[in-house]
């Protein structure tokens, strides 16, 4: 992984914990969600409209990246419905890069060495160590499958992604197209579940979840570039460095505890970064 895709990586990192901490502190966490799906559907509709259309073997990906994509957002919505930024996080991200090393050894042509392999195994540690004490601190236990479920997802959606973007051979034209399917899939999937009250938006939450979609959009588009250029599974990897840039929001502007647990666990997700380097 040269240092241009590292450092673009990290810089999508901290965008995604930037649009998940503005959807968490938003009003309701289900509208926000719509409000961020929506304005990633409409932004790539519009980068799309400059290409021509995607060739008949991409489809599938789009598609099945935009029913895993629709997933993850239902079950990350409901997961901040029930619980904190700084306890969903990292469950949500936590497992993630784990399933995407496993499923990527069955599935995928990249090869990563020991070192590399030992850093995301600890940048795996160090998410699933800031996930302890969800039962021990009386917290709702509904956050967890939830969030599980995410995990599953983005794990899903990394492969899926990835192998797709490959395929055409222009990851941002990929994004833009699987986050336009996800908005078709997405919003009658959440009418049906939640009802017309979810459409009802403030002036205020509409700006909060236009920023928070065109922090997801630019935060995504980066990554699956990054992985047309390196292994996806590294990719994936560094990309939960976000659960770092998630503690420090939550800690210096939210004012959320920095226990001796916390601080451990930041230190193993950047030491697991900084092993993907090599």
């Known amino acids: 992984m040269s240092l241009a895709v590292f450092l673009a990586v990290l810089g999508s990192a901290l965008l995604h914990a930037t ?12 509208t926000g969600m719509i409000l961020v799906v929506v304005s990633n559907g409409l932004m790539g509709l519009v980068v799309a409209a400059f290409f021509s259309l995607p060739g ?8 099945a990246s935009g029913l895993i994509r629709t997933v993850y957002y239902l079950a990350l919505g409901y997961a901040y419905a029930h619980g904190d930024l700084s306890r969903v996080y990292p469950i949500a991200r936590g497992a993630a890069p784990l399933l995407v090393l496993g499923a990527g050894a069955f599935v995928l042509s990249d090869r990563l060495s020991g070192v590399q392999v030992a850093g995301v195994l600890l940048l795996g540690l160090g998410i699933l160590l800031m996930a302890r004490g969800a039962f021990a601190s ?9 969030a599980l479920a995410s995990a599953t997802a983005t794990a899903g959606y990394s492969l899926t992604d ?28 959440a009418l049906v579940l939640d009802g017309a009250r979810v459409l009802r938006v403030s002036r205020g939450e509409l700006w909060r979840g236009s920023l928070a979609g065109a922090a997801s959009y630019l935060g995504y588009s980066i990554v699956v570039w990054a992985m047309v250029r390196a292994p996806i599974a590294l990719v994936a990897a560094l990309r939960e460095s976000s659960i770092l840039f998630a503690v420090l929001i939550g800690w210096l502007l939210f004012g959320e505890r920095m226990d001796r647990m916390k601080a451990l666990a930041a ?11 090599f």
């Open 19 to 30: 649009w998940n901490a503005m959807v968490k502190t938003g009003g309701d966490k289900l």
């Open 56 to 63: 008949a073997e991409v489809w599938l990906w789009i598609v």
């Open 138 to 146: 009386g917290e709702s236990r509904r956050l967890v499958p939830f």
């Open 162 to 189: 990835g192998i797709g973007a490959r395929l055409m051979g222009d990851g941002v034209l990929f994004v833009a197209w699987a986050l336009a399917v996800t908005a078709a899939l997405y919003l009658p999937v």
């Open 267 to 277: 230190g193993l997700i950047v030491g697991g970064a900084a092993l993907t380097r």
